[in-house]
């Protein structure tokens, strides 16, 4: 089937301006999450998602920053105001779960986002 | 907050094994993951390993876990070219869902 989509694939944006991320997940997939990967960085953990919720919003750098999941599957990820340190590549990734056994992450191939 | 620590680089020449390792500090860590990034690309599980366990054993991959010193490695035997990558070492500790990342090992293959 197919795997985690992300769109767009690459976004430049001038400083100031809103962006709007989106991740499709993995069907039947209840757990989103969304990362941060900065050049040469590892990733930064921004946002979780059980179903429609977010039980651990801790990541999310400033209030410039929010999510949201509807209907259990697709999310967006919203950057207002966009500052150059935005700059990076926005990764999300989907899971089964709650329950047993691991929980392997499905990661999409990432939106870059350039700031100018 | 849980805490992965990896060395950032790795380089090994063609044929050789490849060992590289992590750290972790949630001493209830329940599933443990090692994670692949090509160039250009998103991160695939490679393998994981559930913390009763001592050792998992994958064809070419070898995953070792000591959870006295809280310490796991990935070894890869017979490196190619081909594993030339990022690997990511990753804890799910007590938040069930939700894994704590390391910086992530470049790996180097040398031909």
């Known amino acids: 089937g197919a795997g985690v989509s992300q769109s767009p694939s690459n976004k430049v944006t001038e400083k100031g301006k809103d962006v709007e991320l989106r991740c499709d997940p993995i069907?039947?997939?209840?757990?989103l999450y969304w990362y941060r990967q900065s050049l040469g960085q590892g990733l930064e953990f921004l946002i979780y998602?059980?179903?429609?919720?977010?039980?651990?919003k801790s990541g999310l750098p400033s209030d410039r920053f929010s999510a949201e999941r509807t209907g259990g599957s697709v999310s967006t990820l919203t950057i207002q105001r966009t500052q150059q340190e935005d700059s990076a590549v926005y990764l999300c990734?989907?899971?089964?779960?709650?329950?047993?056994?691991?929980?392997?992450?499905?990661f999409g191939p990432g939106t870059r986002l350039t700031v100018t | 907050g849980e805490d992965v620590e990896q060395s950032l680089f790795l380089s090994v020449r063609e044929g050789d094994s490849s060992v590289i390792n992590c750290t972790y500090t949630?001493?209830?860590?329940?599933?443990l993951y090692w994670y692949k990034q090509e160039p250009g690309a998103g991160l695939q599980l490679l393998t994981y390993?559930?913390?009763?366990?001592d050792m998992k054993q994958d064809q070419r991959l070898t995953v070792l876990l000591n959870k006295k010193d809280k310490h796991l490695s990935l070894r890869i035997a017979d490196t190619q070219t081909g594993d030339s990558a990022i690997y990511f070492c990753?804890?799910?500790?007590?938040?069930?869902?939700?894994?704590?990342f390391g910086d992530g090992t470049t790996l180097t293959v040398k031909p």
């Open positions: 990734a989907s899971s089964l779960g709650p329950g047993d056994g691991a929980y392997e992450q499905y």
């Open positions: 069907s039947g997939h209840t757990a």
């Open positions: 998602f059980q179903g429609n919720s977010a039980p651990d």
């Open positions: 949630d001493s209830s860590s329940t599933y």
């Open positions: 390993i559930f913390s009763n366990m």
């Open positions: 990753a804890v799910e500790g007590t938040n069930a869902g939700k894994s704590t």
